[in-house]
Every structure is written in C-alpha cells, then in structure tokens.
C-alpha cells in the first residue's frame, strides 16, 4: 500500500517570503499522480496543484511550484511572495493510476504566516 | 455551482445512537468518497464508490455502512455511534475519463462535525 509522510506538523513564514513544505511518499508504481491540497479555518479542501508522475517538468501554479523528485520520491511544494491568506493546513496526497482509485494523505503541514 | 454538499454540518449524538450523513454532487462525477479527519492524522478513506452501484472499503471502514442510491448521492451511515467515531467527516467526488486520467482531482464538501458523547 502506498504511503504518503509529511515530516513537518507545523511551519511558519515571514509575509512575502518563501518556504517549502516537504512529502515523501512509498509507491512500487511507475504511474501515478501527486496533489497538494490546501484547508483553510473554514475546512474546505481546495486544490493547489498537481503533478502527473509521468511528466519531468515541474507543475507551477502562480505563487506554488512543487519539486518533484521521482527517484527519490519527493515531492515538495514552494510557496513564493507568502500571503496571510496562505495561513492553512497543507496535504500532500498520492494517487494511482489505473481505475478511480482514491487518494492517499499525508497528515499533514500547518502553516503560519507572520505579518 | 453547488459542487459537492454534505448534510448536516454539525451534529452530536449519544453512544448507540444511529445516523446518516447524506452526500450530494451535482457535477455528474462517476465516483464518490467519504474520509474522516482526525487531528495529526489526515484524511483517512472510510468507503468509496467508484461508480453508481458499487462500493468499496477504504482504509477504516468498520463502524460505518454507505449506500450509492444514484449517482449523484452517497450515504455514510454510522448504526451504533461510538465516540471513537468523533470527528470531522468530508464526502468527494471525481469524475473518471479513462484508465489514464487519474489526476482528475476530487472535489469535496464543506465537512460535518461529528460529536458523539
């Protein structure tokens, strides 16, 4: 079964500076796909952004690029310019290919961000 | 746009009491999920559908029953609360194009607090 790790419970930001958040996951798949999924206060699970294991180029979503390492099975997500609204839980989340197989969560990263 | 929506949004019930959670998506997607989110621990998959009249046991199903009455909904029913059932529960949905569209994301509800006493 595939596992997805978050070492970080928590981290924090100056506003307007960068940071990364780290995942790791355990898969014996050459297929699959990566997400980082954001929750605000308000709970909502809001995609950030996704990357397809398959492609060598790193996904980039305005101010969120990730660092997708396939051989080391990394995936991390860089938040640039950080904002307030950024404050949230972040989940990195793993899916197979093949079928409509669900997604596998880390436990996730809290982020704050200092004024 | 509705999206995904779960009812109700906050209920406590006694021990062995029973309860369904209902999930509705009015975005035609083939598949249906419910997890739980406990804190440190993330979303854990309880049960999913993968289309309209099958359903699957997820990562930790035993407590819970689901029902896929159509397509666009989806019940979690819990038969004799227990407070190890207390938590937060997020019903999704994706929409499957092909073997090799899996990175269609899920989309998911608002979440329903569950507190059992």
């Known amino acids: 079964a595939q596992t997805v790790t978050q070492s970080q419970p928590e981290m924090s930001v100056q506003e307007a500076e960068t940071v990364t958040l780290s995942c790791t996951y355990d898969?014996?798949?050459?297929?699959?796909?990566l997400f980082w999924y954001k929750q605000p206060p308000s709970r909502q699970m809001i995609l950030v952004i996704r990357?397809?294991?398959?492609?060598?180029q790193n996904a980039t979503e305005n101010r969120f690029s990730v660092n997708f390492q396939k051989a080391a099975k990394s995936f991390s997500l860089k938040i640039s310019d950080s904002q307030l609204g950024d404050a949230a839980m972040y989940f990195c989340?793993?899916?197979?290919?093949?079928?409509?197989?669900?997604?596998?969560f880390g436990k996730g990263t809290r982020l704050s961000v200092i004024a | 746009n509705a999206g995904v929506t779960q009812t109700p949004k906050f209920q406590v019930l006694k021990t062995g009491q029973s309860m369904t959670l209902q999930c509705a998506q009015d975005?035609?997607?083939?598949?249906m999920y419910w997890y739980r989110q406990d804190p440190g621990m993330g979303l854990r998959l309880i049960y999913y559908?993968?289309?309209?009249?099958?359903?699957d046991k997820g990562e930790v199903p035993n407590g819970y029953n689901v029902s896929r009455l159509n397509k666009r909904e989806f019940s979690l029913r819990l038969e004799s609360a227990a407070p190890s059932q207390t938590s937060v529960y997020f019903c999704?949905?994706?929409?499957?194009?092909?073997?090799?569209?899996?990175?269609?994301?899920?989309?998911f509800g608002d979440g329903t607090r569950l507190s059992i006493l």
């Open positions: 898969t014996s798949e050459s297929d699959y796909y």
């Open positions: 990357q397809e294991a398959y492609k060598q």
């Open positions: 559908s993968a289309s309209e009249g099958t359903t």
């Open positions: 975005m035609n997607h083939n598949s």
């Open positions: 999704a949905s994706s929409y499957l194009l092909g073997l090799t569209l899996g990175n269609q994301p899920q989309h």
């Open positions: 989340a793993y899916r197979s290919d093949g079928g409509n197989t669900p997604l596998v």
